[in-house]
C-alpha cells in the first residue's frame, strides 16, 4: 500500500507564507508526477500545481508568481512553497500522487491522494 502525509498547513496573515511537504510511503516502484490540489466546502477540487518525474511544472493561473512547487526524489516528497498569501487561497490542500506500487515488480499505476490540510489566510 502507498499512503500520502501533508503537513504544513495552518493560519497566516495575508501576505505572509507557508510551505507545505507531501510524504508518500509504502511499496512505492515508481513516482510519476506528484502535485497539489485544493478544494472548499461546496466547491470541486481545484489544481493548483503539479510537477512531473522529469521536473516540469504546471500552475494554475491563480497562483503563479506567488507559490513554488518541488519535489525530492530521494525522500518521495514534495513541497508547495506558497508567498504573498490571500484570503482567497484559504482552502483544504491535498497532496496528489500518479505512483506505480510495487517492491521489485510493478503493480501498476494508481493515484494516491492525501488526507489534506487546511491552510486559512485571514485579511
Known amino acids: 500500500q502507498v499512503q500520502l502525509v501533508e503537513s504544513g498547513g495552518g493560519l497566516v496573515q495575508a501576505g505572509g507564507s507557508l510551505r507545505l511537504s507531501c510524504a508518500a510511503s509504502?511499496?512505492?516502484?515508481?513516482?510519476?508526477?506528484m502535485g497539489w490540489y485544493r478544494q472548499a466546502p461546496g466547491k470541486q477540487r481545484e489544481l493548483v500545481a503539479t510537477?512531473?518525474?522529469?521536473?516540469?511544472?504546471n500552475y494554475a493561473d491563480s497562483v503563479k508568481g506567488r507559490f513554488t512547487i518541488s519535489r525530492d526524489h530521494a525522500k518521495n516528497t514534495v513541497y508547495l512553497q506558497m508567498n504573498s498569501l490571500k484570503p482567497g487561497d484559504t482552502d483544504v490542500y491535498y497532496c496528489h500522487g500518479a505512483i506505480v506500487a510495487g517492491i521489485s515488480t510493478a503493480l501498476g499505476l494508481q493515484d494516491e491522494w492525501g488526507p489534506g490540510t487546511l491552510v486559512t489566510v485571514s485579511s
Open positions: 509504502g511499496s512505492i516502484f515508481s513516482i510519476h508526477s
Open positions: 510537477i512531473t518525474k522529469g521536473g516540469s511544472t
